[in-house]
Every structure is written in C-alpha cells, then in structure tokens.
T-cell receptor
C-alpha cells in the first residue's frame, strides 16, 4: 500500500494553462506539505496544512492555491502556468506539526511547462 | 540570512567510510534532519538530531554541534546502493518547517 501518493506522475502543459496535482496519504497523519524541487535539486517548502488548516505559506505566487478537503488530501492548483514553474513537486505528510516528526514524501510530480 | 552549506559532490569506494558535512545559519533551530534521495525518487528520512552528540542507526550515524552550527552524516561499510543525494535540513520554527540545503551527491565506486 502506498503511504503518500500523487497524481499525475508527469504533467506536460503549455504556458498559460491551469493544472492541478492531487495528493493523498493513508498514514492517518495530521500534517501535509507541498515542496518544489527545481532543476538544481533544491527542495523548498511551499505550504503546510495541519488538520485542513493552512499553517505555512512561503513566498509563493498566488497563482498557486492549495486545497485540503480533508486531513488525508492536499491538492495543489496552479493557474496561468509559467516556464519557471517547471519542476518536480513533492507532497509529504508527518504525524504531527511538532518538531522531530519525520516527513514521508510522495513519489513526486514532474511538471514541464512549454 | 539563512544558509545551509553542503559539499556538492563526493565520491567514495565500496566498503569505505564517508562523512558528509553540513553547516547551517538559520533564523531558528528546532532540530536537524538528514534525508536520502535516489535519482528520480522521493526523499526518505535517515536521521534527526536536536541535542549535541552522535546518533547511531545501523551503518548510518549523524552528529550535531549546535554551538558550531555543524552536523555530519557518517556512512560506514559503503554499498553501491548508497549512491544518492543526501539532504541536510533544519526545522527553523518547530512547526516542521524544513529549510533544506542543496544536497550532496554521493557516488560509490567499486
């Protein structure tokens, strides 16, 4: 059973389009995250949610809008895609928001904007 | 400012020991994580340190010195499957808000 799953695995789209990435975790965790990993492999947090509530919103363009319909899901919608949005997007979850809890990462979604 | 420094690349021989260093300057500190990431895959958790000293877990150990802003990951009895990127990350706020370094790509050669 996959602990953290994301769909789709690959996404190729044109500039200006709107797209969504879905994430689900079956670990019963309270906290979920979205990360962006650029071409230089730098992994940067974008958002975190705890029990469906937004906790962290790093400096991310408002074209990116996360939605958490329930504790087990955190989806990412991106409007008006730009070339610079091309990256691998990872969803992750942890048991709680507190320190020391390891994060479990999904397999990633490779987004290519042409 | 905040910064995490790691060597970009390292090469080591199968069966040997390798130490990957990480120095950090962050706005806050609530623990330091090491993650392993194989090419094309997701990061996976290796270790967490919040107090000074060495934490040992099988072939992998992690060390922390908070006063020096320094950590290292020690890999013993290297295997080919240890070829991967190793990411150092600091929890700055205590809310599991991880600030990652750019990672060290380790290549293990026969």
């Amino acid at each position: 059973d996959t602990a953290v799953s994301q769909t789709p695995k690959y996404l190729v789209t044109q500039m200006g389009n709107d797209k969504s990435i879905k994430c689900e975790q079956n670990l019963g965790h309270d906290t979920m995250y979205w990360y962006k990993q650029d071409s230089k492999k730098f992994l940067k947090i974008m958002f975190s949610y705890n029990n469906k509530e937004l906790i962290i919103n790093e400096t991310v363009p408002n074209r990116f809008s996360p939605k958490s319909p329930d504790k087990a899901h955190l989806n990412l919608h991106i409007n008006s895609l730009e070339l610079g949005d091309s990256a691998v997007y990872f969803c992750a979850s942890s048991q709680e928001l507190a320190p020391s809890y390891e994060q479990y990462f999904g397999p990633g979604t490779r987004l290519t904007v042409t | 400012g905040q910064n995490i420094d790691q060597p970009t690349e390292m090469t080591a021989t199968e069966g040997a020991i390798v130490q990957i260093n990480c120095t950090y300057q962050t706005s806050g500190f609530n623990g330091l994580f090491w993650y392993q990431q194989h090419a094309g895959e997701a990061p996976t958790f290796l270790s967490y340190n919040v107090l000074d000293g060495l934490e040992e877990k099988g072939r992998f150990s992690s060390f922390l010195s908070r006063s020096k802003g320094y950590s290292y990951l020690l890999l013993k009895e290297l295997q080919m499957k240890d070829s991967a990127s190793y990411l150092c990350a600091v929890d700055q706020t205590g809310a599991n808000n991880l600030f990652f370094g750019t990672g060290t790509r380790l290549t293990v050669i026969p």
